[in-house]
């Protein structure tokens, strides 16, 4: 199994292990429109993640997929996020905002220590939309 679906489906269901409905996009860099990994939703909010894992300090984004997310994003009223996970080191997704990405000649980065500083752990991220940590603004 490839690392990026490994990391989809583990994602998956940690949504699901903590009562939020999730869905996989199988193929979502492939149908030529566009899509997002994960598409999850609790009580009327839904979110759109694209999963990144790295064995190193950085992951790139094409300048296309953040379009792509944003347009689809806009189009269904969602909140697109990356949620991204460094093998080395604590190997917690962070979830990252599309306006925290750093900006590169060719697209887009996430560092290690940009996701520890701006992202929010999977655990966090997951009970503020469930509600079980007290609301905080994710925008």
């Keep these: 199994m490839r690392r990026g679906v490994k990391a989809e489906r583990d994602l998956l269901d940690l949504f699901w292990s903590n009562g939020i409905a999730a869905l996989r996009v199988a193929g979502s860099g492939s149908t030529g ?11 009327g909010r839904f979110f759109l ?11 790139y984004i094409d300048p296309e997929e953040v379009k792509e997310l944003e347009k689809l994003s806009s189009l269904m009223g969602a909140e697109a996020w990356i949620a991204v996970k460094f093998k080395k080191g604590d190997r917690n997704f962070y979830f990252v905002k599309l306006s925290d990405l750093e900006g590169t000649r060719r697209g887009y980065r996430i560092s290690s220590d940009l996701a520890r500083k701006k992202g929010i ?12 940590i007290a609301r905080l603004d994710l925008h």
């Excluded at 993640?49 to 992951?59: L, Q």
């Excluded at 752990?121 to 079980?132: A, E, K, L, N, T």
């Design 49 to 59: 993640i694209e999963v990144k894992t790295t064995s190193g300090e950085k992951v």
């Design 121 to 132: 752990r999977h655990d966090v991220f997951m009970g503020i939309i469930s509600g079980r």
């Design 33 to 43: 429109h566009p899509a997002s990994d994960l598409v999850v939703g609790i009580g």
